[in-house]
Nanobody, 124 residues
């Protein structure tokens, strides 16, 4: 089992930046790929970004490409989502997820563990 805890969310003005963190605990010796998803009010949860266990390959949704960057530090069991040039439409609960394979995936069903989420609110 792997437990995931997100942090770093909050209220920010449009155009600002935030960095989300997701720390994993438990069975962290395995090689997990990690992902970030988000769910805005009244909408379905959607893919944001993912990264392989090695960090050599990432995938980013078109809606955030060029503004969001995913990275990880395996020695700290932590994955990050650096968000810049934030827009009101980025307002959502952001979830961290882990999958029991080293390769990236953009589909929610391919992830095995989920965090509780952290709220990001962008004011316009």
């Amino acid at each position: 089992q792997v437990q995931l805890v997100e942090s770093g969310g909050g209220l920010v003005q449009a155009g600002g930046s935030l960095r989300l963190s997701c720390e994993a605990s438990g069975r962290t010796s395995s090689r997990y790929a990690m992902g970030w998803f988000r769910q805005a009010p009244g909408k379905e949860r959607e893919f944001v970004a993912a990264i392989t266990w090695s960090g050599s390959t990432t995938s980013v949704a078109d809606s955030v490409k060029g503004r969001f960057t995913i990275s990880r530090v395996n020695a700290k069991n932590t994955v990050y989502l650096q968000m810049s040039s934030l827009k009101a439409e980025d307002t959502a609960v952001y979830y961290c997820a882990a999958r029991r394979l080293a390769t990236v995936a953009v589909t929610q069903s391919r992830y095995d563990y989920w965090g509780q989420g952290t709220q990001v609110t962008v004011s316009s």
